[in-house]
């Protein structure tokens, strides 16, 4: 059994993880991996891996039965986002996010917000976004100019949100801003609920990216955006301790997608060495291109377990979740980008060119080093984690 000062961290996979993957690997060759190209191509939203996605009740699986949700535990919710990544990158963004915007209610709103907002995630009728960083304030989040303002039992919203994942599609988005402009920094800052339809808010233009072009992101601009009151997560002044420990546990959802992505190319570089003859052999048995493999596949693995062993932490509550969620993300995000650079080094030419998935997979792990905090950051969240010890 684990101890909340992390020693023994364990995790156990169970015939239910492994039917669940089964199902989702199904749904995801056969419902999301056609369509995987076309929506990078075009940077458009992915809709047919949505809607494969809601019926099969994988599209937020991390919702609780009490608000219609099926109740998957964390490492279940890696399962399925992992599963996803392996064939379409923007795809797994659906699951990814929707538990990114939704876990800040999980974890700090009242029954009553909870009740009115999570079902509809769960029931597929709607989708949650994040809203947390700014140009100004990307490592440095207490740094923000977004600002509510209370206006008689309403808060007024002014300000910009950068980078937002599903920007646009999503219908709900928790948004953090400054509610005590003269208060301590870091402790000034407030959550809210923040409807697509809220008069004052708007998208800015979609952003033009390396990769996950399938996941629209785009700015929120609010400009005179008033919500009730009631729409607050958490005590005033709580938003970003709130937001901080929802990254402890999505960060662990970063890692599953970054497995995902890694396993993908690995598994089509295999088949291609196997196939590629040169010399009168098929490359698969140059001892070199097999020392690449091996490589692959070991630095796979050991992220595999990492991310497991977060999840687990995730599910539990552990008090080390800040460090195993930071190591997770931090090392599968670094493997993930030299497992596909080394699927495009298998294919020579063809790994450079769109006819084969590699290059975009590789262009889609990139991200997985960036967002939900850079792996510079996260190496300071663990060397703190460390030193407190």
Same mark, same amino acid.
């Given at each position: 059994?684990?101890?909340?000062?992390?020693?023994?961290?364990?995790?156990?996979?169970?015939?239910?993880?492994?039917?669940?993957?089964?199902?989702?690997?199904?749904?995801?060759?056969?419902?999301?991996?056609?369509?995987?190209?076309?929506?990078?191509?075009?940077?458009?939203?992915?809709?047919?891996?949505?809607?494969?996605?809601?019926?099969?009740?994988?599209?937020?699986?991390?919702?609780?039965?009490?608000?219609?949700?099926?109740?998957?535990?964390?490492?279940?919710?890696?399962?399925?986002?992992?599963?996803?990544?392996?064939?379409?990158?923007?795809?797994?963004?659906?699951?990814?996010?929707?538990?990114?915007?939704?876990?800040?209610?999980?974890?700090?709103?009242?029954?009553?917000?909870?009740?009115?907002?999570?079902?509809?995630?769960?029931?597929?009728?709607?989708?949650?976004?994040?809203?947390?960083?700014?140009?100004?304030?990307?490592?440095?989040?207490?740094?923000?100019?977004?600002?509510?303002?209370?206006?008689?039992?309403?808060?007024?919203?002014?300000?910009?949100?950068?980078?937002?994942?599903?920007?646009?599609?999503?219908?709900?988005?928790?948004?953090?801003?400054?509610?005590?402009?003269?208060?301590?920094?870091?402790?000034?800052?407030?959550?809210?609920?923040?409807?697509?339809?809220?008069?004052?808010?708007?998208?800015?233009?979609?952003?033009?990216?390396?990769?996950?072009?399938?996941?629209?992101?785009?700015?929120?601009?609010?400009?005179?955006?008033?919500?009730?009151?009631?729409?607050?997560?958490?005590?005033?002044?709580?938003?970003?301790?709130?937001?901080?420990?929802?990254?402890?546990?999505?960060?662990?959802?970063?890692?599953?997608?970054?497995?995902?992505?890694?396993?993908?190319?690995?598994?089509? /570089?295999?088949?291609?060495?196997?196939?590629?003859?040169?010399?009168?052999?098929?490359?698969?048995?140059?001892?070199?291109?097999?020392?690449?493999?091996?490589?692959?596949?070991?630095?796979?693995?050991?992220?595999?377990?990492?991310?497991?062993?977060? /999840?687990?932490?995730?599910?539990?509550?552990?008090?080390?979740?800040?460090?195993?969620?930071?190591?997770?993300?931090?090392?599968?995000?670094?493997?993930?980008?030299?497992?596909?650079?080394?699927?495009?080094?298998?294919?020579?030419?063809?790994?450079?060119?769109?006819?084969?998935?590699?290059?975009?997979?590789?262009?889609?792990?990139?991200?997985?080093?960036?967002?939900?905090?850079?792996?510079?950051?996260?190496?300071?969240?663990?060397?703190?984690?460390?030193?407190?010890?």
């Amino acid at each position: 059994m684990s101890t909340d000062k992390g020693d023994f961290p364990f995790f156990t996979i169970s015939e239910d993880h492994e039917a669940l993957r089964e199902a989702v690997r199904n749904v995801a060759e056969d419902k999301i991996a056609p369509h995987a190209a076309e929506a990078d191509e075009t940077a458009t939203f992915p809709q047919a891996a949505y809607d494969a996605l809601v019926a099969s009740d994988f599209h937020a699986p991390h919702i609780a039965e009490e608000y219609d949700g099926v109740g998957a535990d964390a490492l279940a919710t890696c399962i399925v986002i992992e599963e996803i990544a392996r064939v379409c990158a923007s795809s797994s963004l659906i699951p990814a996010v929707n538990k990114l915007g939704t876990m800040p209610l999980i974890l700090a709103a009242s029954d009553e917000i909870k009740a009115k907002y999570l079902p509809p995630v769960a029931r597929g009728e709607a989708m949650f976004s994040y809203g947390l960083t700014e140009r100004e304030a990307g490592s440095d989040t207490a740094a923000m100019r977004c600002r509510a303002k209370a206006d008689g039992d309403d808060w007024v919203l002014n300000g910009q949100k950068a980078w937002i994942t599903n920007a646009g599609v999503s219908e709900y988005y928790t948004v953090l801003a400054v509610t005590d402009p003269d208060g301590k920094r870091g402790s000034n800052v407030s959550a809210f609920v923040v409807e697509k339809s809220d008069p004052g808010f708007t998208f800015g233009e979609l952003e033009r990216k390396m990769g996950i072009k399938g996941s629209p992101t785009r700015e929120l601009i609010f400009e005179g955006c008033r919500i009730p009151g009631d729409r607050m997560v958490g005590a005033p002044g709580e938003g970003l301790k709130i937001a901080l420990k929802t990254l402890d546990h999505t960060r662990v959802t970063i890692g599953a997608q970054a497995v995902g992505i890694a396993q993908g190319a690995l598994d089509f /570089a295999l088949g291609y060495v196997k196939e590629r003859s040169q010399f009168g052999k098929t490359i698969s048995q140059f001892q070199g291109v097999q020392f690449m493999l091996a490589d692959m596949a070991m630095k796979l693995e050991a992220a595999r377990q990492m991310v497991y062993v977060a /999840a687990a932490k995730s599910q539990r509550g552990d008090a080390d979740l800040s460090f195993f969620g930071a190591a997770a993300k931090c090392f599968a995000s670094d493997v993930a980008m030299e497992v596909t650079t080394d699927a495009v080094q298998l294919l020579g030419g063809s790994g450079y060119v769109k006819d084969f998935p590699v290059e975009r997979m590789m262009r889609d792990a990139k991200i997985t080093q960036i967002y939900e905090g850079t792996n510079q950051i996260q190496r300071i969240v663990m060397a703190r984690a460390v030193l407190k010890r």
